[in-house]
């Protein structure tokens, strides 16, 4: 999950110490990364446009169990978990949990802003991205599900020997009472090029002109945003399944 805002153009050491330093008893690893780029739908950002100099890394901090993990750099900041078979416990937190802790950890980088930025953060977006890997379901037998709205599994032999499988579905839509445009993506990719069946649901909430957002604190927005995302993610993810394989899911909020 991640937390979009308007690029930080004096984001240095000087905001990045006291980030570190907040989050280094429960996310004690620290490693640097090439900065993230921004997904379709929000404003462009040219790392080398800023008065700074030479743009920095985005930082990285790792939890002992290694399954969670924050990252923020001059434009974002985010929360990832990552499903890790040999954990003590292997159960999905769930997004009630997770968007919790990433409202904590974006409530503190609100503070070092105020504190220290040039000017008042502005949120420009939200994301949540689920990477599900499928097993009970072939990817050429999803493909011809998901096509023919689960009214068959089967293709022609064509594909018997493809190497690699894939399919990418875009849509856009708006939330009216919110004031935001999602952009979901989907993307499937299978084969033996690439392993294990994978299917991707990617959402992005992006608030509108006029958008009540703009007038509420940033923290809250955020929190309207994730939860937009992740309310049309889910229902993406619904849309990729049928009867029968929703109810041997599950879904956990």
């Not at 949120?123 to 689920?130: A, E, M, N, V």
């Not at 018997?160 to 856009?172: I, N, P, S």
């Amino acid at each position: 999950m991640t937390v979009f805002v308007e690029p930080i153009e004096n984001f240095d050491l000087t905001m990045i110490a006291p980030l570190h330093q907040r989050w280094s008893e429960k996310f004690p690893a620290l490693a640097q990364a090439f900065p993230r780029r921004r997904p379709e739908g929000l404003p462009e950002l040219d790392p080398l446009s800023f008065s700074s100099g030479w743009p920095l890394p985005a930082v990285e901090q790792v939890d002992n169990s290694l399954s969670r993990s924050i990252s923020y750099q001059q434009d974002q900041i985010s929360l990832q978990w990552r499903f890790d078979p040999e954990a003590a416990d292997t159960t999905y937190p769930g997004f009630a949990t997770l968007s919790g802790e990433l409202s904590s950890v974006f409530g503190y980088f609100i503070e070092v802003v105020a504190r220290l930025g040039d000017k008042p953060l502005r949120i420009q977006g939200c994301r949540c991205l689920y990477v599900n890997q499928l097993n009970d379901i072939g990817g050429i037998e999803w493909l011809a599900g998901y096509i023919s709205d689960w009214q068959s599994r089967k293709v022609g032999s064509y594909l018997d020997d493809a190497e690699y499988v894939g399919l990418r579905v875009k849509k856009t839509s708006e939330n009216q009472d919110l004031g935001t445009r999602r952009i979901a993506m989907s993307e499937l990719d299978s084969g033996e090029e690439f392993g294990t069946t994978r299917l991707d649901i990617d959402v992005v909430s992006i608030p509108l002109p006029k958008s009540k957002l703009a007038e509420v604190p940033p923290g809250e927005a955020a929190r309207e945003m994730l939860n937009d995302a992740h309310a049309t993610l889910i229902a993406t993810f619904q849309d990729s399944a049928n009867d029968e394989m929703r109810a041997r899911w599950g879904f956990r909020q």
